[in-house]
């Protein structure tokens, strides 16, 4: 809590992170709300979070129904797909540069090896697509952490229960959404908050893949707050970005309880 703190003082002051740092009331605020590239960078984090939340959420859960059957290759299945979780962020974005950079990347390469080199786009590095491939790249680095979460989650609820809801005759669509979903609560609350804080979090990615660029159109929250205090040293600017930032994530993640407990 305390670096919270002293970050959301900083934030009203002028500081170059040398000497001291001098009060300036709402200057930061005031340069922020009018700055472009933070309402780009604002723009990119809302596009990565509506992408993100809803691949995450939806397939996680429903990957987690399908792995917790007693099916064939199952446990190797799992151990495939919780994988990428254990790489490192920075790797996985060089694993995805290789695959996404319009010049050497595999996709744009296969596209235009077959023939369909007008199908290839700039799928990171530019105005557009960048935001919606830093998703689904955090998407696929993700997905295996959260079904694990959910299959812990799955595991809670006694069978005795769903056999029960079978001999009633409820239908597979009526048990999940009936029982397994009402009784997985606590466990979808906790897969929302790590889905809400672990994207307002991206930096390695975007960094290793795009760097914020070109002329920051690709930066997302964090590393505009990066940029703006190592970059350009001026850390009391930096940190007002990095407050909104940590604001609005809270903001979502209080929306969301609040949400949760009236329909409960």
Partial sequence: ML??????????TKYSGIGKARFNGLTNYIRLFRDKVFWKSLQNTVVIFVVASVL???LSFLLA???????????????????PAIIAPIIVGIIWVYILDPKIGVINGVLRAIGAGSLARQWIGGTVLSPYSISVIYFWQQ????????????KMIPEEVLEAVRVDG????????????PMMRP????????????IFKIFEIVQQTTGGGPNHMSETL?????S????????????????????????ITGLYFLFSRERG
């Fill in 222 to 226: 964090v590393t505009y707050s990066y």
């Fill in 187 to 198: 466990t979808i609350s906790t897969v929302v908050v790590l889905i809400i804080t672990g």
């Fill in 143 to 154: 997905l295996g952490y959260l079904t694990t979460i959910f299959i812990a989650g799955l």
């Fill in 228 to 251: 703006v205090t190592f970059q350009s040293s001026d850390y009391g600017y930096g940190m007002s970005v990095a407050t909104v930032t940590f604001l609005i994530s809270l903001g």
């Fill in 56 to 58: 995450l959420l939806v």
């Fill in 170 to 181: 409820a239908n597979a669509r009526q048990r999940v959404w009936h029982v397994i979903i």
């Fill in 65 to 83: 129904l399908l792995l917790n059957n007693k099916l064939k290759l199952v446990d190797t299945s799992k151990a495939l797909i919780f994988s």
């Fill in 3 to 12: 670096p919270i703190i002293i970050a959301i003082g900083y934030s009203f």
